[in-house]
């Protein structure tokens, strides 16, 4: 089977133009880890709206914008046609606005912040640039990164603590996030890189049927596309909940 033509994400919209950037946010994906930030948050006994939103906010300049302009510019895996110029300045805007929110956070709310707002750039950078040999681009560290640090960081934003249920809303996240590698690996896989494939499968009542890329990705693909939407419902019940409670 060729790759051309074959998009390198189902999200992936056709080639060119602004079409490009709506591939590069990762639509899907960037709402689901946005929605970690809501359920981390959620946790505490009252959420400040306010707080919650700059969180949102600063997480989508690091995630949606700054995290997948420098993962497009380390080899394409998107093929678009975005200049690296113009995907340094997106990294840049989005990770340096995380950091002033981050900062602005740290004076609302505690210093400590200010730990949050390093980690978060160091993660960013090290696993989409694949610093130290590619040894922060890992199945743990997307589990990390990408689960639990924005459920985590998010609901001590709200209240300058740690509690046990923003501890255990992390865990969970980076649980969501494992699942999510371990069933996006493969299918990027067969997406972009897989030129050919052979084989049937012969079932026991004589039927058989062939065992392409499509049939292949298909089954992670679909729990990948409900995942990308039951996640951000969840996140939307536990913030109507905590709305329900002021």
């Not at 995942?227 to 109507?240: N, Y």
């Amino acid at each position: 089977m060729s790759l051309e033509g074959e998009r390198p994400a189902f999200y992936a919209l056709p080639r060119g133009g602004w079409r490009d950037y709506v591939t590069l946010l990762h639509p899907p994906y960037t709402v689901w880890h946005l929605s970690y930030v809501v359920i981390g948050a959620c946790t505490v006994p009252d959420v400040n709206l306010g707080y919650l939103a700059w969180s949102v906010l600063a997480f989508f300049g690091a995630v949606g914008l700054g995290a997948h302009a420098l993962d497009e510019l380390n080899g394409r895996p998107l093929r678009t046609a975005i200049p690296s110029p113009v995907l340094v300045a997106i990294a840049l805007v989005g990770l340096s606005g995380a950091a002033v929110i981050g900062f602005y956070g740290a004076v609302l709310v505690t210093w400590w912040m200010l730990a949050f707002i390093v980690m978060g750039v160091f993660i960013a950078l090290a696993y989409n640039l694949e610093w130290f040999h590619g040894t922060f681009h890992s199945d743990l560290w997307f589990a990390i990164g990408w689960g639990a640090f924005p459920a985590l960081t998010a609901a001590f934003a709200q209240t300058g603590r740690l509690l046990w249920a923003g501890l255990l809303a992390a865990a969970a996240c980076a649980v969501l996030s494992a699942a999510q590698r371990a069933l996006s690996t493969p299918v990027r896989r067969l997406r972009r890189n897989a030129v050919a494939i052979e084989g049937r499968a012969v079932y026991d009542d004589g039927t058989d049927e062939t065992l392409d890329n499509a049939w292949l990705r298909g089954t992670p693909e679909r729990a990948l596309r409900l995942l990308s939407v039951a996640v951000p419902l969840l996140a939307a019940a536990a913030l109507a909940a905590a709305i329900a409670r002021r």
